[in-house]
């Protein structure tokens, strides 16, 4: 491919130009403490109608319940919170499930770390594919933990529960069941004992609001030593199938496969630069190639390639066609404003690899493929170049609670008979369904599902039980102790 040919490449971001973040990410909190998520059970598994459900009395953890499930039994613990979507109870009693023989079943949801790269999704315009559902290799651990410049989000309709937010955090934005948090309403929040149940150990978390408006994008900063070396604690390092592996920037490990690292001039747009990343990495030539893209210094930017797939080696040839692009561009106009190109790759893999000629069949990317693509991007330059010239002339650039009263000890277990403790000498009879009647008894919000901050969620106490409410139109008032008792028993 000659010189003049590169150089017309480097016009091939104009044709399809599209506009995208320079700095800004949205990282969504993956790790959860629901109900119906099996990885919060001990045995791995949903808990069966026959089965005696546990939270342990130890267990300081929200839970948000389903809209329905069927347990023989349910013992509460001494503290916390489950979050149930109606405003009722209903005993279902055992029956004959051949499946399902009938065992404690325990609840053991995991305190996740803010810090470890596993817990966050990541959603990005300067990366491809540009969001999950499969995870992105080639974005460095440091950028897969939120930056001071990304939008948080935990989802709705879930709980969560998260610690080792340390050292402080700090974050543009906060999302929370679908509600925006200032930094008022998050010290509030953290105050609470709903907000101590999501949030482990009073943690620092600072919401600036910042956007980042530098068209060169924005350093993510958490390479800084302390947060770093926080990262890299969840990310021992992996054996490699390559002998030559490359060092990334904020990657805790080295990685086997390629990188572009740029230097700029004081011209250097961000968007610019990722218009030929995108144009190339749409091309079903490259859909099994990762790419994340990220300002590192005051004066470079880098690109990270990686296979997704280990038997295919398409991330070093679309490096390599990237890297002939830009280094044309750098010796002559400069139309990506910058002024040097360097490139890296891993080559020497410890697996044999298929030959030339078995890579380009099971990649796609044969001699004629390559040429195909080349010839698809020139029929789109002429426009593109005028494109281009004529715009530099026109613009400038349900939820319980088991206490332990010391003198007084109440317990209450879902789907028994209720301890003489709790009400001496009465056996209420059991009812298969109750709902709950109103008082003038005086109740409480929640924070995060309470009407204090959403008013979408009710939540009310009445002798150790709480409940949430999810309807804005009927009130879910306290109920007097005869009709909690016919409730359980």
């Not at 005993?91 to 996740?112: H, M, Y």
């Not at 302390?226 to 990685?255: Q, R, T, W, Y």
């Not at 069949?361 to 004529?390: E, K, Q, R």
């Not at 109750?434 to 009710?458: A, H, L």
Request: net charge negative; hydrophobic share 35%; aromatic share 10%.
């Amino acid at each position: 491919m000659t010189p003049k040919w590169l150089l017309s490449l480097a016009f091939v971001g104009i044709c399809c130009s599209v506009r995208l973040s320079m700095g800004q990410d949205e990282k969504i909190w993956a790790a959860n403490t629901n109900f119906n998520n099996p990885r919060n059970w001990r045995e791995g598994r949903l808990p069966c109608p026959n089965d005696r459900v546990v939270f342990p009395a130890s267990s300081s953890v929200l839970v948000f319940m389903p809209e329905s499930f069927s347990v023989s039994e349910v013992v509460l613990p001494l503290n916390g919170e489950l979050v149930f979507n109606e405003c009722y109870f209903q005993r279902n009693w055992k029956t004959e499930i051949a499946s399902c023989v009938g065992q404690d079943v325990l609840f053991q949801p995991s305190v996740e770390s803010w810090y470890n790269p596993d817990n966050w999704n990541l959603t990005s315009t300067r990366m491809f594919p540009g969001s999950h559902p499969r995870r992105n290799k080639a974005v460095p651990h440091a950028y897969q933990v939120p930056c001071r410049w990304d939008r948080v989000q935990f989802p709705a309709r879930s709980s969560f529960s998260v610690q080792g937010i340390e050292p402080p955090v700090s974050i543009a934005s906060l999302q929370i069941n679908n509600r925006i948090y200032s930094q008022v309403d998050l010290d509030s929040l953290l105050g609470t004992p709903t907000g101590k149940l999501l949030f482990r150990n009073n943690p620092s978390i600072q919401i600036t609001n910042a956007l980042c408006t530098d068209p060169k994008g924005c350093i993510c900063g958490n390479e800084e030593d302390l947060i770093f070396s926080a990262v890299c604690k969840f990310k021992p390092c992996p054996n490699l199938m390559c002998l030559d592996p490359i060092e990334v920037a904020g990657h805790c490990c080295p990685i086997c496969g390629a990188k572009l690292t740029a230097k700029y001039d004081s011209d250097f747009k961000m968007q610019r630069f990722l218009e030929l990343h995108h144009n190339l990495l749409s091309n079903e030539l490259f859909d099994q190639v990762d790419s994340f893209t990220s300002r590192i210094s005051e004066n470079e930017v880098q690109t990270v390639f990686v296979d997704y797939t280990s038997t295919n080696h398409v991330a070093n040839k679309l490096a390599q066609l990237m890297y002939s692009i830009y280094k044309a561009d750098v010796n002559s106009i400069r139309s990506y404003g910058i002024s040097a190109i360097d490139f890296q790759k891993s080559e020497k893999f410890e697996r044999q690899s298929p030959t030339t000629d078995q890579q380009a069949s099971s990649s796609g990317m044969s001699p004629g493929g390559v040429a195909a693509l080349v010839i698809s991007i020139f029929i789109c330059l002429g426009l593109g170049a005028a494109l281009y010239v004529y715009r530099k002339r026109q613009l400038d650039g349900f939820s319980f609670a088991r206490f332990d009263l010391r003198s007084e000890k109440i317990e209450l277990e879902l789907g028994t008979t209720p301890h003489d403790e709790l009400e001496p000498g009465e056996t209420p009879p059991p009812p298969p369904a109750t709902s709950v009647s109103k008082d003038e008894s005086k109740g409480f919000d929640n924070p995060i599902y309470g009407t204090s901050v959403t008013s979408e969620v009710r939540l009310m106490v009445f002798f150790g039980i709480v409940v949430h409410k999810d309807h804005e139109s009927t009130d879910c008032n306290i109920i007097s102790r005869e009709v909690i008792e016919a409730a359980v028993a």
